[in-house]
């Protein structure tokens, strides 16, 4: 089990902008890829971003062009930068890596 510290998530309107934070033991870390999920209520949780422990990224085609996943061997910390943010991206975003799963942060974009 990874212990994972997500941070970051709040209230931004249409357009706006909000970096999210997921910080991770170093152990788990640096040889780990980590990941960015979110659920919507009465929804599966949905795939969003992923980051190998190399640095090799990728995101969904829903966010591509707006959300960018970076990672900071330095601070074992993963970030989700989400700009032009829409109504539609809100939800609680989940920070994965290797099966265990932060506790969520919640992010709320209104029109």
């Known amino acids: 089990q990874v212990q994972l510290v997500e941070s970051g998530g709040g209230s931004v309107q249409s357009g706006g902008s909000l970096r999210l934070s997921c910080a991770a033991p170093?152990?788990?870390?640096?040889?780990?890829?980590m990941g960015w999920y979110r659920q919507v209520p009465g929804k599966q949780r949905e795939w969003v971003a992923a980051?190998?422990?190399?640095?090799?990224?990728n995101v969904a085609d829903s966010v591509k062009g707006r959300f960018t996943i970076s990672r900071d061997n330095a601070k074992s910390t993963v970030y989700l930068q989400m700009n032009s943010l829409k109504p539609e991206d809100t939800a609680v975003y989940y920070c994965e890596c290797f099966g265990s799963w932060g506790p969520g942060t919640q992010v709320t974009v209104s029109a």
């Open positions: 170093r152990s788990a870390f640096s040889v780990h890829a």
């Open positions: 980051i190998s422990s190399t640095g090799s990224s």
